[in-house]
């Protein structure tokens, strides 16, 4: 399907989402991360790292301070805190050239993210954890990109349904807040409370969700979607990572959110070439 272009409001700057993939690098602070944990957890590796992907093509820098991945304790706020404003000071401080995002569904964190020179929110729970998290958005004049995450829902519904379901009420937030359809960005959480055969589903069937009129995330990097189908441990998910975007990207995804930065460009734009030319 060809993609529907987007102008994203980021304060005083425009995010074009259309036939140009973007691609959004993970950036964890974290020491319990699934891929990355305890990697970039010195502020002068997480600089390092930051520039690294923005010289492979990263358009977002995306910033967690808090491990999402299953069975994961909870953060306590003031050391997420401690994780990351530090270092988001430090990056705005820099001359990259790219957006930040604060990977967090805690109103606090984002509020001091946006703050200290975050761009974007980016909230695996979809406002719901957190309402008031829209508030902050609006405050900030940030775009928002909301994740379904539905612990509770029922599995033996259409997966797809379910999502926009989900969807329906984090919209219905984002609008009683006041946030702008501009400034609203959609992902459907490849990973989070899903089965593996609902992962594929949703990857064969994102152009359904691509049609809701919002832009749209593809979040499958590294993710155990690719390592039980084939087997394979962490560092051997890249192939299926790159298949998965590209996938994705031709049923209309316009970011794609990834640990290998290079990589994935690379193939996103052979991806393009072989669509547009």
Not at 63 to 91: H, M
Not at 165 to 181: M, P, T, V, W, Y
Not at 206 to 228: H, Q, V, W
Request: glycine share 6%.
């Amino acid at each position: 399907m060809k993609h529907i272009q987007f102008e994203i409001a980021v304060n005083d700057k425009t995010l074009t989402l259309g036939s140009d993939p973007i691609v959004m690098g993970i950036l964890n602070t974290t020491p319990d991360s699934f891929s990355d944990g305890g990697k970039f957890e010195q502020i002068d590796l997480a600089i390092e790292q930051a520039q690294i992907m923005v010289q492979q093509g990263a358009s977002i820098i995306d910033v967690g301070g808090e491990s999402t991945r299953p069975k994961a304790k909870q953060t306590p706020i003031q050391t997420e805190l401690d994780r990351v404003i530090p270092l988001i000071k430090k990056l705005s401080q820099e001359d990259l050239n790219t957006l930040i995002s604060i990977d967090s569904y805690k109103a606090l964190v984002a509020d001091q993210a946006l703050q200290s020179g975050a761009h974007i929110i980016n909230d695996v729970s979809g406002l719901q954890a957190e309402p008031e998290i829209a508030d902050v958005a609006v405050l900030h004049n940030a775009p928002v990109m909301i994740m379904h995450w539905d612990k509770k829902r029922d599995h033996d519904k259409d997966i797809i349904d379910e999502i926009k379901r989900f969807f329906d009420k984090s919209l219905h937030i984002a609008n009683n807040a006041g946030l702008k359809e501009n400034q609203i960005i959609l992902d459907p959480g490849f990973g989070f409370a899903k089965t593996l055969a609902e992962n594929y589903e949703i990857l064969r069937r994102f152009d359904e969700l691509a049609t809701l009129g919002y832009p749209f995330i593809c979040g499958t990097s590294r993710k155990s979607m690719i390592g039980n189908l084939l087997n394979i441990p962490l560092n051997e998910r890249l192939s299926g990572t790159i298949t998965t975007n590209v996938l994705a990207y031709t049923k209309g995804a316009h970011i794609f959110r990834v640990h290998d930065v290079k990589e994935n460009l690379q193939a996103l734009l052979v991806a393009k070439a072989a669509k547009y030319s």
